[in-house]
C-alpha cells in the first residue's frame, strides 16, 4: 500500500534534506511520521509514504527521498491560503502521478492546496482528511468579543496593507469555503473530539468518520515530570496569541485581578508576539490587535510582569512548561490544541477555555480547569486556586496532575495511534479498491447492454 501525505509544512527532517528553514509547525505531523515508519519497519509491513508538501523558495518541485519515503516540495507563488491557485493544482497532478498513491491522506484542510488536492485527485473513495482546526467555523469566533473600535480600527500598517480584523475573518471566511469544498470532496475523514465530528458531518454527511488521536513530539515521551519545587512560583505560561482566536486579550484581563492577590504573578507568552511600538518602522509594522494589548498592558499596569518569547523549537518549549506554575489556554475557540497536550504529558498543571474539542481532552476539577471563554474573572479564579492548592494542599495537587498525565499518556500513545492510523488507510485502500471495481463491473456490464441491442 502506498499513501501520499499532503502537509502544510515540511517536518524538520525533511526541511534538513531538502535543505530548507527549519519551521516550528505542524509537531503532530513530525511525531506521526517518527511512530509510522518506526512501526512499520518493526511489523515489516507492506506500507510505502510519499509526502508533498507547500514551499516558496524554489520554483520547480523538489523532489528527493528520506528514509526510504518520497518527498515533493511544490512551489507556491505566493502564502494566501484563501486564493485558489490553479497552478498548484497543476503541480499536484504531476506529482500525483509520479508517487501513484493508492491513497491520498490531507493533513488539515486550512489552506487551498488541500483543494487543490481534492480536485486533482479526483477519488473521494480514496481521499482521507484529518481535521485539524475548521477555519469555516473559527470564522464565526474569530473577534472574541474585542471591542468594535479594535474590530473595524486601523493602525498605519493596517491602513497601507488594507489588512485590519474585519478584513483578517474575511479571508477567514474564504478559507472556510475552500475547506468545504476539500471536506465535501473526501469521502473519509480522520478526528479526534466531538466537535470536529458534528461539524464535519454537517458539511459533508456522507463521508466515514473515523476517531484517531494524534501523537505529540517526540521531546514530549522521554518522562520529564512537571515539579511544584523546580518551577517558578506563580508563572502563568501561554503558547501563543498572535491573533484574537488564541485570546491573549483574556488573559490580560484576568492577569489584572490575579495581581491584586499575587503581586509576583507573571506571565510568558511564546509564540514571537511582538507589541514593540517604539519608533516610527515598529508602529508600522504593528497591527490593530497587537496595538489593543499594548493598551490593555499600559491600562493594567502589567509591563512588567508580561514577557514575550520567541517562537520556542520542542525541547525549548518542554523546558518552559516545566519552568511554569500553570498552562492556560485562553483560546475563543480550538479542536483539540497540542499546547495543552503537551503540559497535559508533563504534569503541568492546566486551565483551559471549555470551547470546541476541548472537553474531549481533560476532566474538569479532576485532571484541571475549565472555564466560560468570555469570564476572564473565571480564568483568575482557577489560576489562583492552583497557586492557592500548591501553597496549601499539595498532595490535591499531585493527585490533579498524575490524573492529567495519565490520560494524556493514554490520549497520545504513540504505537496506539499509529496502529490506528494503518488501520485506516487499510479501510479506505479496501473501500476505493471496492467502489473501483463496482464502478468497472456496472462499465461492462453497459458495454454489453449497447452490443446486445
Excluded at 502537509?7 to 509537531?27: D, F, Y
Excluded at 518551577?231 to 491573549?248: A, E, N, R
Aim: charged share 30%; with cysteine; proline share 4%.
Amino acid at each position: 500500500m502506498k499513501v501520499l501525505w499532503l502537509i502544510n509544512a515540511p517536518i524538520p527532517a525533511l526541511c534538513e534534506r531538502a535543505g530548507l528553514p527549519v519551521q516550528v509547525k505542524e509537531g503532530w505531523i513530525d511525531g506521526l511520521y517518527n511512530s509510522l515508519m518506526a512501526l512499520v519497519k518493526e511489523k515489516k509491513v507492506d506500507f510505502k509514504l510519499a509526502i508533498a508538501f507547500p514551499q516558496f523558495a524554489k520554483k520547480e518541485t523538489i523532489e528527493g527521498e528520506l528514509d526510504g519515503s518520497e518527498f515533493y516540495g511544490f512551489y507556491k507563488e505566493e502564502d494566501k491560503p484563501y486564493k485558489y491557485n490553479q497552478n498548484v493544482e497543476g503541480r499536484l497532478r504531476d506529482i500525483l502521478t509520479k508517487a501513484a498513491p493508492d491513497v491520498v491522506h490531507i493533513a488539515g484542510t486550512e489552506y487551498d492546496h488541500a483543494a487543490a488536492m481534492v480536485r486533482a485527485f479526483g477519488r473521494p473513495d480514496r481521499t482521507v482528511v484529518s481535521i485539524q482546526g475548521l477555519t469555516s467555523v473559527y470564522a464565526r469566533h474569530y473577534m472574541a468579543d474585542l471591542p468594535v473600535s479594535v474590530r473595524y480600527g486601523f493602525t498605519l500598517r493596517d491602513v497601507l496593507k488594507l489588512d485590519n480584523l474585519f478584513f483578517d475573518r474575511k479571508k477567514y471566511y474564504k478559507r472556510g469555503a475552500l475547506e468545504k469544498e476539500t471536506i465535501r470532496g473526501a469521502g473519509h475523514i480522520i478526528g479526534r473530539t466531538d466537535w470536529d465530528n458534528i461539524c464535519t458531518r454537517l458539511i459533508n454527511p456522507t463521508a466515514k468518520y473515523y476517531y484517531c488521536s494524534e501523537i505529540l513530539r517526540k521531546d514530549f515521551y522521554d518522562g520529564s515530570r512537571w515539579s511544584e519545587d523546580d518551577c517558578d512560583k506563580h508563572t502563568v505560561f501561554v503558547s501563543q496569541g498572535y491573533y484574537p482566536i488564541k485570546g491573549l486579550h483574556y488573559m490580560l484581563e484576568a492577569l489584572k485581578d490575579i495581581r491584586k492577590f499575587y503581586p509576583d504573578v507573571k506571565l510568558r507568552v511564546a509564540g514571537g508576539v511582538s507589541l514593540n511600538d517604539e519608533g516610527f518602522k515598529n508602529r508600522l509594522r504593528q497591527k490593530n490587535y497587537q496595538r489593543y494589548l499594548s493598551k490593555l498592558i499600559e491600562k493594567y499596569n502589567l509591563s512588567d510582569c508580561v514577557e514575550f518569547l520567541p517562537p520556542l523549537k520542542a525541547d525549548e518549549m518542554k523546558k518552559m512548561y516545566l519552568k511554569s506554575n500553570v498552562f492556560v489556554s485562553p483560546s475563543s475557540i480550538e479542536n483539540s490544541p497540542n499546547s495543552l497536550g503537551e503540559a497535559m504529558i508533563l504534569g503541568v498543571p492546566c486551565v483551559s477555555s471549555l470551547v470546541g474539542g476541548v472537553g474531549n481532552m481533560l476532566i474538569d476539577g479532576v485532571e484541571g480547569f475549565f472555564y466560560q471563554h468570555d469570564a476572564p474573572y473565571m480564568l483568575a479564579f482557577y489560576v489562583m486556586r492552583i497557586f492557592e492548592t500548591q501553597d496549601r494542599q499539595r498532595e490535591q495537587l499531585v493527585y490533579m496532575t498524575d490524573a492529567a498525565q495519565a490520560h494524556a499518556q493514554r490520549l497520545f500513545d504513540r504505537r496506539k495511534n499509529a496502529e490506528q492510523m494503518l488501520e485506516i488507510y487499510g479501510e479506505v485502500k479496501s473501500e476505493g479498491k471496492a467502489v473501483s471495481t463496482a464502478s468497472n463491473t456496472r462499465g461492462m456490464q453497459g458495454d454489453k447492454f449497447e452490443n446486445d441491442n
